[in-house]
T-cell receptor, first 116, second 111 residues
Framework: DTGVSQNPRHKITKRGQNVTFRCDPI?????LYWYRQTLGQGPEFLTY????????KSRLLSDRFSAERPKGSFSTLEIQRTEQGDSAMYLC??????????????FGEGSWLTVV | QKEVEQNSGPLSVPEGAIASLNCTYS??????FFWYRQYSGKSPELIMF????GDKEDGRFTAQLNKASQYVSLLIRDSQPSDSATYLC???????????FGAGTTVTVRA
């Protein structure tokens, strides 16, 4: 069984460009999460899916951010018109969502975004 | 007040010593608590979770939870240089799914 897979691992983009990150969760994990982490801070919750349904978006997720999980399997996070403040590591995580330990989340390796 | 607070460190301990990390949280209704280890430039890796008051041991790691004091800690026994990392405390703040993280405590184990 593979873990959570994210790509690309690193992305450098010019301000104003759009970027898209992909996440493949652990198989059979119903819940998928996106977090963002900047230097010296802990991960901050962005959004969450239960199967294909997006159940919550953080206030951190501006209108330039959109996430999808169309078939309840992989997910994409798109950032439109990137700004320098978007530079961060974008972390995808998944959990089973079932049983007493269903909220235990496992992170992927992260996607580093640098906006220049 | 931050939801989850940790001492930022750095915490420097000699090899073989015990490293003690502390975490406090604001939501008294929190139910589940997690410790993640994060090496520089890498993503967080789950070390332990604890749900009930008291101690939980896993190898060289012991998590301690005191819900009345809204306090959770992590002890690392027989610290090794490979334990040098940032340790993140995460708390389920009552929602069914999302974790709130502290800023992390950086631990350096001196050989």
């Amino acid at each position: 069984d593979t873990g959570v897979s994210q790509n690309p691992r690193h992305k450098i983009t010019k301000r104003g460009q759009n970027v898209t990150f992909r996440c493949d969760p652990i198989s059979e994990h119903n819940r998928l999460y996106w977090y963002r982490q900047t230097l010296g801070q802990g991960p901050e919750f962005l959004t969450y899916f239960q199967n294909e349904a997006q159940l919550e978006k953080s206030r951190l997720l501006s209108d330039r951010f959109s996430a999808e999980r169309p078939k309840g399997s992989f997910s994409t996070l798109e950032i439109q018109r990137t700004e320098q403040g978007d530079s961060a590591m974008y972390l995808c995580a998944s959990s089973t969502g079932q049983g007493p330990y269903g909220n235990t989340i496992y992170f992927g390796e992260g996607s580093w975004l640098t906006v220049v | 007040q931050k939801e989850v607070e940790q001492n930022s460190g750095p915490l420097s301990v000699p090899e073989g010593a015990i490293a003690s990390l502390n975490c406090t949280y604001s939501d008294r209704g929190s139910q589940s608590f997690f410790w993640y280890r994060q090496y520089s430039g890498k993503s967080p890796e789950l070390i332990m979770f604890i749900y009930s008051n008291g101690d939980k041991e896993d190898g060289r790691f012991t998590a301690q939870l005191n819900k009345a004091s809204q306090y959770v800690s992590l002890l690392i026994r027989d610290s090794q240089p490979s334990d040098s990392a940032t340790y993140l405390c995460a708390v389920n703040m009552g929602d069914d799914y999302k974790l709130s993280f502290g800023a992390g405590t950086t631990v350096t184990v001196r050989a």
